[in-house]
């Protein structure tokens, strides 16, 4: 049997090589139309493939699941189903689009209800955020960081080696790519500064991050073991955690962050299966001291993807001011979700676990403007001659991710978000 990450496959469709939805892809997300309610769609080149259309279809027949499932305005359901079920339902689309298989293309009706071009539709939040954990698992990163605010001679905390360090945010302000957000007002105080004064931030930053996305509950009072947590990722997406710096610096003592964090993240709206990021499996770094039995996690449990940043000017110019990948994280998903729950902690499908900021060692490879900028003393020049130290009110800051393996692409998409200013305070 062919496997649907097959990279021979080729499909009907016509795909740029170039695209982040080839055959081998397949990820899932939630679409709306002028003419049709919230659904479940799957990305497929430039189109999204229609689920709940081929459900109608009796397309799905064999697999006996309520077609139903995919008339959803959100993942959880169908996420719900388990593990056999989303690989099932992804192996049959993959069917369905081979070069080798005519039910939809021989049918001129269906493959004309079932198939839109993504340009025409609404990307919606994939999932219904429950809870939202962030973690902070880059080295690179918190040396990064730790090296600006602390003797570079202890950069890292002293328990960032022993677990993966992580903080609980606000689940109700993560938005889906495309949506706006308004630079945050906050308190903040200056160094020199006697009293705290109220206003915009004038330190937005981004954070490139992916995060995961729970597949399955567990009762409260159960632990995941990093051997079985995979069980528990239905898949990822790009995840921009917005910064407020100045907030953050002068509210986070003793409770960690909270404002400057909490008025917006966002994701991309594709979740791409674990299924799909298998062929970029590979190891992490080495972990010196050996971690706890009980966060021990052998064997390929990294991804190697390219992540990249690029700062779009309210006047439309570009420009790329980070490259790096997520295969160098220190602490791996299934280190985090078991440490998240080794102290009982329920978790509910679709929740989302963030990895924290993901920086390289090499300033071209920072993953926010506090790295990139020095904390803004070092500004950083555009294209067009102008500087940023942080984030401008109409700048658009674009997050885009992809793994590449024989010859086959499989990406994320992007994650646009524009930067709004601050809403006027009522007196």
Known sequence: MIKANDPTLHSWIQIAPDSDFPIQN???????TDMKDPRVGVAIGEYVLDLCVLGRYDMFVLLDIDPTIFHRPYLNDFIALGKPVWRAVRNR????LRNTNDEISGNSELMHECLIKRSEVEMLMPVKVGDYTDFYSSQAHASNVGTMFRDPENALLPNWKHMPVGYHGRASSIVVSGTPIHRPNGQTKAPEAELPTFGPTAQLDFELEMAFIAG?????????????????????????DWSARDIQAWEYQPLGPFLGKSFASSISPWVVTLDALEPFRVHGPEQVPSPLPYLSSGGHHNYDINLEVLLE???GVETRICRTNFRHMYWNMQQQLAHQTSNGCNIRVGDMFASGTISGSEKGTFGSMLELTRGGTQPLRLVD??????????????????????????????????????FLQEK
């Open 93 to 96: 689309v993959s069917e369905l």
């Open 313 to 315: 000017t309210e006047k």
């Open 385 to 422: 001659g102008t500087e940023r130290s942080f984030i401008n009110d109409n700048d658009t800051v674009i997050m885009r991710g992809y793994g590449e393996h024989h010859g086959i692409r499989i990406g994320f998409g992007e994650v646009r978000t524009k930067v709004l200013p601050a």
């Open 216 to 240: 399955k509950d567990t009762p409260l009072g159960t632990s995941i073991s990093p051997s079985h947590a995979e069980e528990y990722i239905f898949g990822l997406v790009l995840f921009n």
């Open 26 to 32: 397949l990820p899932f997300g939630i679409f709306q």
